[in-house]
């Protein structure tokens, strides 16, 4: 299992559109992926469940992926993670 962790720093913490990407990042890969904040943990590659979150702007996030292209995953995840410059690795 390969695991990151993130501090949110955009202001509106992962809102709507920020949320789509990350899922549509998340369903290009076999693993399965997990995002966890604050103890819950949702399936990554749905909106509802990355929505339902409310991640705010100072939330610790792990995304967890496990899966035959796991690494890839994390990769491809903190990509969009820069370029929506919503998040820092922590």
Known sequence: MATKTYKITA???IHAQSAVYLVNEAIKYN???LLEV???KI?????MG???LGVYQGAIITI???GSDEEQA?????NQIYQ???GKEY
């Open 50 to 52: 990355v929505m339902s």
């Open 64 to 66: 967890h992926a496990e």
């Open 11 to 13: 202001e509106t913490g």
């Open 43 to 47: 399936n990554m590659k749905s909106i």
């Open 38 to 40: 604050e103890g819950k």
């Open 74 to 78: 994390i990769a491809g995840i903190e």
């Open 31 to 33: 693993s399965n992926i």
């Open 84 to 86: 929506l410059k919503i």
